[in-house]
Nanobody, 125 residues
Framework: QVQLVESGGGLVQAGGSLRLSCAAS????????MGWFRQAPGKEREFVAA????????LNAVSVKGRFTISRDNAKNTVYLQMNSLKPEDTAIYYC??????????????????WGQGTQVTVSS
C-alpha cells in the first residue's frame, strides 16, 4: 500500500500562486501514474491533473490548463502541483491520488485506489 501526505495548501488572494506537494511512501512510487483531484463544498470530486510514471506525459483539466502544472520527482517520491493565476473557483480540498495500474496519466477517479487526506486551498476575491 502507498501512503500519501499532501502539503502546501493555504489562503491566497485571486491571482496568486501556491505549490502543493504530495509525499508518497510504501510501495514503488515511480512505476505508476499519479494524479490530483479536488472537491469543493457541495460538489463532487473532480479531476485536476495527472502525470505519467516517467513524468514525460501530463494531462490537465480544461479549467486549469495554462495555469496549473503537475510534475514529479521520483528520487524524492514526491509529486507537485504548481498553481498560478488562482481564481476563487479554485477553492477546494485538493487530494493526491495513486495506486493505479496505469502508467499513462488518467483523469478517471476510479483508476486510483490510494488517496491522501487532502489539503485546503482557499482563494479570496
Amino acid at each position: 500500500q502507498v501512503q500519501l501526505v499532501e502539503s502546501g495548501g493555504g489562503l491566497v488572494q485571486a491571482g496568486g500562486s501556491l505549490r502543493l506537494s504530495c509525499a508518497a511512501s510504501g510501495r514503488t512510487f515511480n512505476a505508476y501514474a499519479m494524479g490530483w483531484f479536488r472537491q469543493a463544498p457541495g460538489k463532487e470530486r473532480e479531476f485536476v491533473a495527472a502525470i505519467s510514471w516517467s513524468g514525460d506525459s501530463t494531462l490537465n483539466a480544461v479549467s486549469v490548463k495554462g495555469r496549473f502544472t503537475i510534475s514529479r520527482d521520483n528520487a524524492k517520491n514526491t509529486v507537485y502541483l504548481q498553481m498560478n493565476s488562482l481564481k476563487p473557483e479554485d477553492t477546494a480540498i485538493y487530494y493526491c491520488a495513486a495506486c493505479t495500474v496505469e502508467r499513462l496519466p488518467s483523469n478517471n477517479y476510479y483508476d486510483y485506489k490510494c488517496w491522501g487526506q487532502g489539503t485546503q486551498v482557499t482563494v479570496s476575491s
